[in-house]
């Protein structure tokens, strides 16, 4: 009876495993795509929208992917039963899981077809990938760190474990900073890479530069640029227009402000807010 409750508690156990490394999985996927975190993965550029989503895609199943190594590593060090997880064995069932459940949404991808299209196949590629991983990392657990350690290509795959993570995490620097020059970087030329980087920001600029409430806090307007926020426009080809928002920091002869403008149908700034000497009004620019 003791041998059979013990066998009953090492199942519960490893069902808990999976689930919690499922769990950081899409919890690291949705903080980083879902909450203002993601003005680090998805901001600096202007894409249409099926290009949008595509990204949006890649950054979220690479986050799922760092998410499920650094939970399966987290667990095999401070569990209780560190010696029954083998956190490699871990990430690559919840790995192989992920992709064959979503191979018919990267084959689609890689065909470029449309947003919408896309849109629904990622609908029934999510619930279909969650099973496959969970099941993918509930194999895993069969195979414990006592196990693994008897296996020479299994200690090398766990010493390039943190190689692997370092590479992920340069992959996003280089994938969602685009070429933006970064905030600290000078005014003009942050608008220098603007005016190239986003159709229309010449206007913008122009808008600005009359607007008279910008004007009336900061005096005559000398440099308009991105500044550490959200900037990007996503545009359609079709009846929806651009869309987007922009951060920026203006420049005047009296003094600095950000202002912060959304826009819609067109890249174009009218309704913001102006954060100047640590107020921030609304404001409306003429058109």
Known sequence: ????????????????????????????????????????????????????????????????????????????????????????????????????????LCLDLLTQRSYLFLSRLAILSVPISVLLSILGIRIACEFPQRTAYSHRGILSFRTLIPFLVALLALTFIWVNNSSFPGVNAAPVVRQQWASKEFGGYKEVVATIKSCQPIIQQVGSVKYVAPTSGKNYVIYDPGSSGHSGEFTLEIVGEKGIGVANFSFHIGTAVYDGQLTNRGNTEEIVCRR
């Open 1 to 104: 009876m003791r041998a059979i409750f013990q066998r009953s508690d090492r199942y519960v156990r490893k069902n808990v495993v999976s689930l919690l490394v499922v769990l950081g999985g899409f919890l690291t996927a949705y903080i980083g795509l879902l909450t203002p975190a993601n003005v680090y993965f998805l901001n600096y550029r202007q894409m249409n929208i099926t290009g949008w989503f595509y990204l949006a895609i890649i950054i979220g199943l690479a986050l799922y992917l760092f998410g499920i190594s650094t939970t399966a590593l987290v667990l095999q060090t401070i569990s209780s039963f560190a010696s029954e997880i083998e956190s490699s064995f871990l990430v690559l069932g919840g790995t192989i899981g992920l992709l064959v459940g979503n191979l018919p």
